[in-house]
C-alpha cells in the first residue's frame, strides 16, 4: 500500500513571509478515512499545523476548505469522494483572508451574514402560546433553515470574490430569502428594499458554484432567483 | 503581568452554546454590558449537533398534556437524584421558554392544525406513568438544536449581544474573599493574553465527552469550564453520572437520535430479535437511555451481537418508509449514509452505546449560582460565579437524563440565570478587586505550558486519557477496574504536568489550545472517575457489577467531589417542590 | 443597501430588468435579420434599403440599436465594477465605455432616419 501524498497549504504570519505547500506522508492502512480524520493524524505528529474543527459530523460548518481543487467540509468528505491519483491538495477556503494556514477570517462573510437582518421579525404582539403555522408554509422553509455557515458557497463564488464586501453572496441570500418566506415575518418589504440594489442580490451571476459545494445539499441559486422574483412582482 | 490588558463587563459568559446565549440574549436585552466568549463561533458549538427535540408539555400533541407528568418522568428517569425544585421549575417554566424560542423564530415542524411538532421520546408517560406513552418532544424535523442555536445566535446579534468568538478561558480569577471576579482568556487569532473583569462570570461551556474514547461530543467538548472550577477549588456534584446514548453510530460514534424510536424504529440483535420487548415490556425502545443501553451492552456480552465482532447491535428504520425518514428525519439518513455506509430505507444502522451526556456539574441553585459547602455540610453560594447547561448541575436530570430533556434546561436555566443577574446587577454587587497576585495564580497554568521545554505530546496523553475511562468507567463498572483507573489517572495527572508544548507561537495556535483542553479533560475525568469509585451502588446510569442494586439507605444522595482534597461526599437531594406533591423514590421500571 | 451613481437604472432590479428585456429584443431582432437573410438570397442595395426604408423596420432597428446601447452599458458596467478596483480606473473607463455608447446610439440614429 502507498502512503496517501498530502500537501498543505502553511501560512504562519509571525515566521512567513509567503505561504508555501508542505508536503506530508499519510499511511491510511487503506481505510477509507474523512479528509477530518488525516488533518488530526497529521497534528498528532505536527503541532504547527491549524485549522478549525468541531462537532466532525458535518453540521457545525467549522471545518470548511477546498479539498484537491473543490470547496468542501473535511469531516465529511472522504479520501473516495477526493482523493485522485494518491494526491489530496489541502487549501483554506479561497478568497477570504487567511488567518494561519487552513483558517481563513471569516469576518467579511459574517458581515454580509449579518446584513440581511438574519432573524425573524414580527410587528405583532406575540400570543401566548406559539405563532401557528401549517406544515405547507413550514415547508418552504425546508432547504433554507438548514444552512450551517460554513462558507464553502459563498468562497467559491466568483461573485463574492470580487464585491465580498456589497455582494451579499449564496449564503447570505439563502438566509435573506429563508426569512422573506416564512410566513411568521412581517419584515417583507424592508427587507426587499435592502436588496434591490445592482449588487446585493443581482451580483449574482447564476454560476452555480454554490449549489455544486453546498456540503447540506442546498441550492442558493435557486433561493436567489426567488428573491428575485418577490422584487420583480413588489416593483412592477 | 501589568503589561496584561483587561477588559470589563458587567458580566461574562463563557460559552456560546444554547445555554450561554439564552442567557446572553435576557442580559442583552437589559442592557447590562455582557460578553459571551466562545472558543468557537457560536454557531459551531456543539448545541448544534442535538437532534431529535426539546421536551417540554405545550400540549400540542396531547392538549391535556400536563408539565406535572413531564416532571414526574424527569424524576423517575433521574432515578430520583433528580431534584424535584429544579424539575418542578424546569418543567413548568418550559412551556413559556418553547414559546419564547417560537417567537423568535425557531422553524418548528408542525401538525396540521399549526401547532408545534412533538415526538414520542424515551422514558416519557401521561398521567404519571399511568396513562401510556406521551409524545412530548418538540422537534424541527432532526435538526432542532442547529435550529435552536441559530436562532438564539440570530436573535443575539438581533439583541447586539458582544461576541468574544474565537476567544478561550484559561482560568477564574478569584479575590482575596473567594469570589469569583473575572478570568484569564485568550484571543485565539492573536495569542494576545488578557484579564476579563466582570462581577458575574457564568460557565456555560457545555460537556466533557471526550474524556472517553467514544463519545458522540464534539471534538470541542473538553469540560473546559468544569476544569477551570474545580482548578479553582470548587466542588462538582454528580460527576460519576456519565449517559451512554444507546445509538451512536458503531465506529464513528456519531450520534443517531432517539427520535428514530420515538418515529417507530426498534433495536434488534444479531437473531433479528427486538430485545427490548425483554427488558422493557412496556416501553420497549423507549425505556430510559441507562435501561436501552444497558440492554444493548448485555446482549453483546451475551453473544447476540451483530457485525463480524458481534459487538453491536442494528437499529431498524426501513419499515417506517421512504416518507417518514425524509420528512421527520432527514438528517438521520444522511449521517447513516456518510459514517455508516448504510441507507436507512434499505439497511438497518449499526449503532452501540456512546458517551453522550455529562448528568453532573458545577453544583447550581435554579438561578444558575454556582454552590459549594461550608465545613458542616451546608450549601453556600460562590460569590460571581454561576452555571447553565450541561456544564451545570442543577440537578434536573439525577442520574439519567431523559431525551429532550437538555436542549430544555439549556434554555430555561440559561434565561432563569440572565434573569437573576440581571436583578442582582441591579440591586449593585460588588466584590473585591483582584490582587496582582490573585491574577498570577490564574495565569499559574498558561505560563507552565509557555515555559514547558520537554515532556511527552499532548496527543498522546490524551489517548491515553480517553482509554482508561472509556475502559474502566463504560456502561458497566466495577471495584477493581475503577481502582486501577483511578492510579492510573493520577499517575497520568503527573505526566501532563511536565508535558510539552512544541509550538509557542502566538497567533491561531490550536495547539496550545488543545494543550490548555487536556488539563480540563484531567480535571473532569478525575473528578468523574472518584466519584465513580465512591458511589457504592447502581443508580441511573451508574451500573457495577459489584452493587448491581440501588442503595436509597445510603445514596439517595448527590456526590460531591471536591477536588482540592480528591475526597467525595455527599448533598442532600431536594424533594420539596413548591407546587406539587414529592415524587417519592419507586422502584424504575420501563 | 449598497448605493451606486454610475448604473444604468439606480437600482439593481431596474439594471437586471432591462437587461433581460434587451436581451429578448435583440434575440428578436437578430432572428428577424437572420431568417430575413435567409429567406433573399441574392440580396441586392435596393432591396436592403428599401426594407429600411419603411417606418416600421426603423422603429424596430431603433429599439434593437437602444437595447443594445441599454444592454451593453449595465453588462459593461458590471464588469468594470467586478475587475477594476481603483476608483480613479473604474471611473475613467465607465466614463468612455458611456460615451462610447452615446456616440454609437447617435451615429445609428443618423444612419437610420438620415437615409
Same mark, same amino acid.
Given at each position: 500500500m502507498s502512503m496517501l501524498q498530502v500537501s498543505i497549504y502553511r501560512y504562519n504570519p509571525e515566521t512567513d513571509s509567503a505561504p508555501y505547500m508542505q508536503e506530508y506522508q499519510v499511511d491510511t492502512q487503506g481505510r477509507d478515512l474523512m479528509v477530518l480524520n488525516i488533518l488530526e493524524m497529521l497534528k498528532a505528529e505536527d503541532t504547527t499545523l491549524a485549522y478549525r474543527r468541531s462537532c466532525r459530523e458535518g453540521v457545525c460548518g467549522s471545518d470548511g476548505m477546498n479539498m484537491n481543487g473543490k470547496n468542501g467540509l473535511a469531516c465529511i468528505t472522504s479520501l473516495s469522494d477526493v482523493v485522485k491519483n494518491n494526491k489530496l491538495v489541502l487549501r483554506p477556503l479561497p478568497g477570504l483572508p487567511v488567518v494561519r494556514d487552513l483558517a481563513v477570517d471569516m469576518g467579511l462573510f459574517y458581515k454580509q451574514y449579518e446584513r440581511i437582518q438574519p432573524y425573524l421579525q414580527n410587528d405583532e404582539p406575540a400570543p401566548a402560546i406559539e405563532r401557528l403555522q401549517s406544515p405547507e408554509e413550514r415547508d418552504k422553509l425546508d432547504g433554507l433553515y438548514e444552512c450551517i455557515l460554513c462558507a464553502c458557497c459563498s468562497t467559491a463564488c466568483p461573485s463574492f470574490w470580487w464585491n465580498p464586501d456589497k455582494f451579499v453572496g449564496p449564503a447570505g441570500l439563502l438566509q435573506s430569502y429563508r426569512f422573506l418566506a416564512d410566513s411568521r415575518d412581517t419584515a417583507t418589504q424592508a427587507r426587499l428594499a435592502e436588496l434591490q440594489d445592482p449588487f446585493s442580490v443581482f451580483r449574482c451571476r447564476g454560476i452555480m458554484n454554490c449549489v455544486a459545494v453546498c456540503p447540506k445539499g442546498l441550492n442558493p441559486t435557486r433561493a436567489i432567483g426567488k428573491i428575485r422574483d418577490m422584487l420583480l412582482a413588489n416593483a412592477t | 503581568m501589568s503589561t496584561m490588558r483587561s477588559l470589563t463587563f458587567d458580566a461574562i459568559i463563557i460559552g456560546g452554546g444554547g445555554a450561554g446565549m439564552r442567557a446572553a440574549l435576557e442580559l442583552a436585552k437589559s442592557g447590562k454590558k455582557t460578553a459571551v466568549l466562545s472558543k468557537v463561533f457560536p454557531t459551531r458549538s456543539h448545541t448544534v449537533s442535538a437532534q431529535g427535540g426539546i421536551t417540554c408539555a405545550i400540549a400540542s400533541a396531547d392538549p391535556n398534556d400536563d408539565w406535572r407528568w413531564h416532571m414526574y418522568d424527569t424524576v423517575k428517569g433521574g432515578d430520583y437524584i433528580t431534584d424535584q425544585d429544579a424539575a418542578e421549575y424546569m418543567c413548568s417554566e418550559g412551556p413559556k421558554a418553547v414559546f419564547e424560542l417560537e417567537h423568535m423564530g425557531l422553524p418548528f415542524s408542525r401538525f396540521e392544525n399549526g401547532r408545534i411538532y412533538q415526538r414520542p421520546f424515551g422514558g416519557q408517560s401521561k398521567n404519571f406513568g399511568e396513562g401510556g406513552q406521551a409524545a412530548r418532544t418538540c422537534a424541527a424535523a432532526d435538526r432542532t438544536g442547529h435550529a435552536l442555536l441559530h436562532t438564539l445566535y440570530q436573535n443575539n446579534l438581533k439583541n447586539n449581544t458582544t461576541f468574544l468568538n474565537e476567544w478561550f478561558a484559561v482560568d477564574l480569577v478569584k479575590n482575596a474573599d473567594g469570589d469569583v471576579v473575572g478570568c484569564i482568556a485568550m484571543c485565539i487569532e492573536t495569542g494576545e493574553v488578557v484579564h476579563v473583569k466582570s462581577k458575574a462570570t457564568v460557565l456555560a461551556t457545555g460537556g466533557a465527552g471526550r474524556i472517553y474514547a467514544s463519545t458522540t461530543n464534539a471534538l470541542i467538548n473538553t469540560g473546559d469550564g468544569i476544569g477551570m472550577a474545580l482548578r479553582a477549588g470548587f466542588p462538582m456534584q454528580d460527576m460519576e453520572m456519565w449517559q451512554f446514548h444507546p445509538t451512536g453510530i458503531y465506529g464513528a460514534g456519531v450520534l443517531v437520535t432517539e427520535g428514530c424510536r420515538g418515529e417507530g424504529g426498534y433495536l434488534v440483535n444479531k437473531d433479528g430479535e427486538r430485545f427490548m420487548e425483554r427488558y422493557a415490556p412496556n416501553a420497549k425502545d423507549l425505556a430510559g437511555r441507562d435501561v436501552v443501553a444497558r440492554s444493548m451492552v448485555m446482549e453483546i456480552l451475551e453473544g447476540?451481537? &451483530?457485525?463480524?465482532?458481534?459487538?453491536? #447491535?442494528?437499529?431498524?428504520?426501513?419499515?417506517?418508509?421512504?416518507?417518514?425518514?425524509?420528512?421527520?428525519?432527514?438528517?438521520? *439518513?444522511?449521517? *447513516?449514509?456518510?459514517?455508516?455506509?448504510?441507507?436507512?430505507?434499505?439497511?438497518?444502522?449499526?449503532? #452501540?452505546?456512546? &458517551?453522550?451526556? %455529562?448528568?453532573?456539574? =458545577?453544583?447550581?441553585?435554579?438561578?444558575?449560582?454556582? =454552590? %459549594?459547602?461550608?465545613?458542616?455540610?451546608?450549601?453556600?453560594?460562590?460569590?460571581?460565579?454561576?452555571? &447553565?447547561?450541561?456544564?451545570?448541575?442543577?440537578?434536573?436530570?439525577?442520574?439519567?437524563?431523559?431525551?429532550?430533556? *437538555?436542549?430544555?434546561?439549556?434554555?430555561?436555566?440559561?434565561?432563569?440565570?440572565?434573569?437573576? =443577574?440581571?436583578?442582582?446587577?441591579?440591586?449593585?454587587?460588588?466584590?473585591?478587586?483582584?490582587?496582582? @497576585?490573585?491574577?498570577?495564580?490564574?495565569?499559574?497554568?498558561?505560563?507552565?505550558?509557555?515555559? @514547558?521545554?520537554?515532556?511527552? @505530546?499532548?496527543?498522546?496523553?490524551?489517548?491515553?486519557?480517553?482509554s482508561i475511562m472509556q475502559n474502566a468507567f463504560g456502561v458497566f463498572r466495577q471495584e477493581d477496574n475503577m481502582q486501577e483507573g483511578v492510579k492510573k489517572l493520577a499517575e497520568l495527572r503527573g505526566r501532563i504536568a511536565e508535558a510539552h508544548l512544541v509550538d509557542k507561537s502566538g497567533a491561531f495556535n490550536t495547539a496550545r489550545i488543545e494543550a490548555l483542553e487536556l488539563d480540563n479533560l484531567m480535571e473532569v475525568a478525575e473528578a468523574t472517575a472518584i466519584a465513580a469509585l465512591e458511589r457504592k451502588e447502581s443508580r441511573g446510569a451508574h451500573s457495577r457489577y459489584d452493587y448491581p442494586d440501588r442503595d436509597d439507605v445510603n445514596w439517595l444522595k448527590h456526590s460531591m467531589y471536591f477536588p482540592l482534597e480528591k475526597k467525595v461526599g455527599k448533598r442532600d437531594v431536594n424533594f420539596k417542590p413548591k407546587t406539587v406533591d414529592t415524587f417519592e423514590p419507586k422502584i424504575r421500571t420501563y | 443597501m449598497v448605493t451606486n451613481i454610475t448604473n444604468l437604472g439606480r437600482s439593481g432590479l431596474s439594471d437586471w430588468l432591462i437587461q433581460r428585456v434587451s436581451a429578448v429584443i435583440l434575440a428578436l431582432y437578430t432572428l428577424f435579420i437572420v431568417a430575413y437573410l435567409l429567406f433573399n438570397p441574392g440580396l441586392d442595395y435596393y432591396t436592403w434599403s428599401g426594407l429600411f426604408a419603411q417606418t416600421w423596420m426603423r422603429i424596430f432597428s431603433l429599439l434593437a440599436f437602444i437595447s443594445l446601447a441599454a444592454h451593453a452599458w449595465v453588462g459593461l458596467w458590471t464588469v468594470t465594477t467586478d475587475y477594476m478596483k481603483s476608483t480613479g480606473v473604474r471611473l475613467g473607463t465607465q466614463l468612455v465605455i458611456i460615451l462610447a455608447i452615446f456616440v454609437f446610439l447617435v451615429w445609428g440614429i443618423q444612419v437610420l432616419w438620415g437615409a
Open positions: - | 447476540r451481537g &451483530c457485525g463480524e465482532n458481534g459487538d453491536h #447491535v442494528y437499529l431498524k428504520l426501513d419499515h417506517l418508509g421512504e416518507e417518514v425518514l425524509n420528512k421527520r428525519l432527514p438528517g438521520i *439518513s444522511e449521517l *447513516s449514509k456518510i459514517f455508516a455506509h448504510a441507507d436507512p430505507t434499505e439497511a438497518p444502522i449499526p449503532v #452501540v452505546p456512546t &458517551c453522550h451526556y %455529562m448528568m453532573g456539574g =458545577i453544583p447550581t441553585n435554579v438561578h444558575g449560582q454556582a =454552590i %459549594m459547602q461550608d465545613a458542616d455540610g451546608n450549601d453556600q453560594i460562590v460569590g460571581g460565579l454561576f452555571a &447553565c447547561g450541561e456544564a451545570a448541575c442543577v440537578s434536573v436530570h439525577g442520574a439519567n437524563r431523559l431525551g429532550g430533556n *437538555s436542549l430544555l434546561d439549556l434554555v430555561v436555566f440559561g434565561r432563569a440565570a440572565g434573569m437573576f =443577574i440581571e436583578s442582582a446587577l441591579n440591586e449593585g454587587v460588588e466584590y473585591l478587586d483582584a490582587s496582582e @497576585s490573585d491574577i498570577d495564580s490564574a495565569m499559574t497554568r498558561i505560563n507552565r505550558w509557555n515555559e @514547558s521545554s520537554g515532556g511527552e @505530546s499532548v496527543a498522546d496523553l490524551k489517548v491515553e486519557l480517553q | -
